[in-house]
């Protein structure tokens, strides 16, 4: 019994001289070498491998877990950490977060703080109109390349706000020729004005309550915007073929003295929508359009929206 003590004893003091514990570093099926010390590797590995800024970092691992595998080896054998890390590298994933400024939900760039993004959100919208200003957002957004895709501040101020004065000019472009929210997308037809809204003329007793454009004999009339037909068809009260539209919110649009009728009542239009021909039917000395916007009844300036 003493004996198989003092032979296992022997044995373990010959095997610590000759040899040493070290862990056998695996990624995937490849070995790739040996640490001597597996806490202190992996404190390393998370300190100089991965990136661990909460702020700009939303995750950032290794996408190969490595195994390790305690392991005798003799004295000489020399351990690579450095070395390991350095393979490491290659399969760590780290994904970053960014923020994309955003105009009416399309990205226009992408900068790499929220305090950034927030600070070029505010600088744009205490300078533009508040109807543009309102579709300015910002979205958290994540990627692996933020380097090619982040924009430096200033540059990315500079052509936003380009984009937005675009959007500002067509905004108040439509704001033009908007009544009461209604949108005069379309003119009815291209011409020459030949009587403006208010004018005295020997044809009239009264002060015109609209506007005439002269056209051709069957030029195409379209409507002004979206709306229903309320009626269309003869008048006798001097306009002679009257299309009448309704658009909502009490605006009414009137196109007068046509040739040819082609829609009904109760039809849906859009702007653009083919209505009638020009013509010279009713009361009329040549070939024109009368038309005439009302709100709630009473005719308006048709040029303060349309022909502006
Ligand atoms: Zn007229």
């Given at each position: 019994?003493n004996?198989?003590?003092?032979?296992?004893?022997?044995?373990?003091?010959?095997?610590?001289?000759?040899?040493?514990?070290?862990?056998?570093?695996?990624?995937?099926?490849?070995?790739?070498?040996?640490?001597?010390?597996?806490?202190e590797f992996?404190?390393?590995?998370?300190?100089?491998?991965?990136?661990?800024?909460?702020?700009?970092?939303?995750?950032?691992?290794?996408?190969?877990?490595?195994q390790?595998?305690?392991?005798?080896?003799?004295?000489?054998?020399?351990?690579?950490?450095?070395?390991?890390?350095?393979?490491?590298?290659?399969?760590?994933?780290?994904?970053?977060?960014?923020?994309?400024?955003?105009?009416?939900?399309?990205?226009?760039e992408?900068?790499?703080?929220?305090?950034?993004?927030?600070?070029?959100?505010?600088?744009?919208?205490?300078?533009?109109?508040?109807?543009?200003?309102?579709?300015?957002?910002?979205?958290e957004?994540?990627?692996?390349?933020?380097?090619e895709?982040?924009?430096?501040?200033?540059?990315?101020?500079?052509?936003?706000?380009?984009?937005?004065?675009?959007?500002v000019?067509?905004?108040?472009e439509k704001?033009?020729?908007?009544l009461?929210?209604?949108?005069?997308?379309?003119?009815?037809?291209?011409?020459?004005?030949?009587?403006r809204?208010?004018?005295?003329?020997?044809?009239?007793?009264?002060?015109?309550?609209?506007i005439?454009?002269?056209?051709?004999?069957?030029?195409?009339?379209?409507?002004?915007?979206?709306?229903?037909?309320?009626?269309?068809?003869?008048?006798?009260?001097?306009?002679?073929?009257?299309?009448?539209?309704?658009?909502?919110?009490?605006?009414?649009?009137?196109y007068?003295?046509?040739?040819?009728?082609?829609?009904?009542?109760?039809?849906?239009?859009?702007?653009?929508?083919?209505?009638?021909?020009?013509?010279?039917?009713?009361?009329?000395?040549g070939?024109?359009?009368?038309f005439?916007?009302?709100?709630?009844?009473?005719?308006?300036?048709?040029?303060?929206?349309?022909?502006?």
């Amino acid at each position: 019994m003493n004996i198989v003590v003092i032979a296992l004893f022997a044995i373990t003091m010959i095997a610590i001289a000759k040899y040493k514990p070290v862990y056998k570093v695996t990624l995937g099926d490849q070995e790739i070498g040996y640490v001597t010390n597996r806490f202190e590797f992996e404190k390393k590995i998370n300190n100089d491998l991965l990136e661990n800024d909460e702020e700009t970092v939303l995750s950032s691992e290794i996408e190969v877990k490595p195994q390790y595998e305690l392991k005798l080896v003799a004295h000489s054998t020399q351990t690579n950490e450095e070395e390991i890390l350095d393979t490491m590298e290659a399969s760590v994933k780290t994904i970053y977060k960014m923020y994309a400024i955003t105009l009416d939900g399309e990205i226009t760039e992408y900068v790499e703080t929220l305090e950034e993004a927030e600070i070029l959100v505010e600088t744009l919208k205490g300078q533009y109109i508040e109807e543009v200003t309102s579709k300015i957002g910002i979205t958290e957004v994540y990627t692996e390349n933020k380097e090619e895709q982040v924009t430096e501040y200033m540059l990315a101020k500079v052509s936003t706000g380009d984009l937005v004065r675009e959007v500002v000019q067509e905004e108040e472009e439509k704001q033009s020729h908007t009544l009461n929210g209604v949108y005069f997308a379309n003119k009815p037809v291209t011409g020459r004005i030949s009587s403006r809204f208010g004018s005295k003329e020997s044809i009239r007793t009264h002060t015109h309550k609209g506007i005439d454009i002269a056209a051709p004999n069957g030029t195409p009339i379209y409507a002004a915007a979206d709306g229903v037909i309320k009626s269309a068809g003869m008048n006798y009260g001097g306009y002679g073929n009257l299309v009448i539209i309704d658009h909502g919110n009490g605006i009414e649009t009137y196109y007068g003295h046509c040739s040819k009728i082609y829609v009904k009542a109760g039809q849906s239009v859009t702007a653009g929508t083919k209505i009638a021909a020009v013509g010279s039917t009713g009361r009329s000395t040549g070939n024109h359009l009368h038309f005439e916007i009302r709100q709630n009844g009473t005719q308006i300036n048709p040029q303060k929206y349309v022909y502006n």
